[in-house]
């Protein structure tokens, strides 16, 4: 088996019982560190690369992505989940093409979201959002890696939080073949009871973006995979942003103090 064969099998297994945390580094560095943490897997995140480049989340180019996708992937020790956003495509033909080049990477998830960026129409019509992600689920039989698809519908992201519209497109998408089902920002014991049910026996993921949710809550509510998104990331920003304002607004630098030994943390 290959080295992305076994960490495939290892990502399947996480599924199968319990809860386990899958953090979300924005390059190699935060991939390396996070694994010195015990984490069991990671997740890129499309917002965290994105700011690192300058530019808000959803302005990433494919090239740039698959990129990102195999410089983590081959980096980590870890099953990789890729934040694959839209699949950089409108239809199923070409989401099935740029899923295939994603598995490539080395990676052993991805996740296809149904949001379309336009603010008129947020959300790809149902039927053509299943559509998708069954294109996604042929094209990861067909690649022969096996590697985890989770499908992901962002109504409570872009401004429709339907509650039984989500539940209604997550479990089309279970029945189209997503392995993993995903609605992010969901925020209430409620919704991700009302989740875990109808897409049962399927995995859910659950977004902790804010502190809504623990660990053990989580898994006694039934949620096998917790993700944070960007939000490790924007947890760097500010604390960047507060000594840089604190340098450039009073010329004091107390926020130098207490810094972690970053290079004894990569063995130096």
């Known amino acids: 088996m290959s080295v992305q064969d076994d960490r495939v099998e290892a990502f399947h297994k996480l599924h199968a019982g319990g809860c386990f945390v899958m953090p979300n580094p924005w390059d190699v560095g935060t991939a390396l560190a996070l694994e010195q943490f015990g984490f069991q897997a990671l997740a890129t995140t499309s917002a965290g690369y994105a700011w690192s480049l300058g530019r808000a989340d959803n302005r990433l180019a494919l090239h740039e992505t698959l990129e990102h996708l195999r410089a983590v992937a081959s980096a980590a020790r870890l099953p990789v989940n890729a934040d694959f956003e839209g699949g950089f495509a409108d239809e199923p033909e070409q989401i099935a093409t740029n899923v295939e080049l994603a598995a490539a990477t080395g990676i052993a998830g991805l996740s296809i979201e149904d949001s379309t960026g336009d603010a008129a129409e947020p959300l790809y019509p149902f039927d053509l959002a299943v559509e998708r992600i069954r294109a996604a689920r042929r094209a990861i039989d067909e690649s022969g890696t096996g590697i985890v698809l989770t499908g992901r519908s962002e109504g409570f992201v872009v401004g429709r939080p339907d509650i039984d519209e989500t539940i209604r497109r997550l479990t089309a998408y279970a029945e189209a073949g997503a392995d993993c089902l995903y609605a ?27 502190p809504f949710i623990t660990v053990p809550l989580a898994a006694s509510l039934g949620v096998r995979r917790i993700s944070v998104g960007g939000t490790l990331a924007r947890t760097a920003w500010a604390g960047f942003l507060r000594a840089a304002r604190e340098i450039a607004e009073e010329g004091t630098f107390s926020c130098f103090e207490s810094l972690p030994d970053v290079d004894a943390r990569f063995g130096h």
Do not use: G, Y
């Not at 897409?199 to 993921?205: C, G, M, T």
């Open 184 to 210: 992010p920002r969901i925020s209430t014991v409620d919704q991700i009871s009302a989740i875990v049910d109808a897409v049962s026996p399927k995995p859910v993921n659950v977004l902790a973006n804010a």
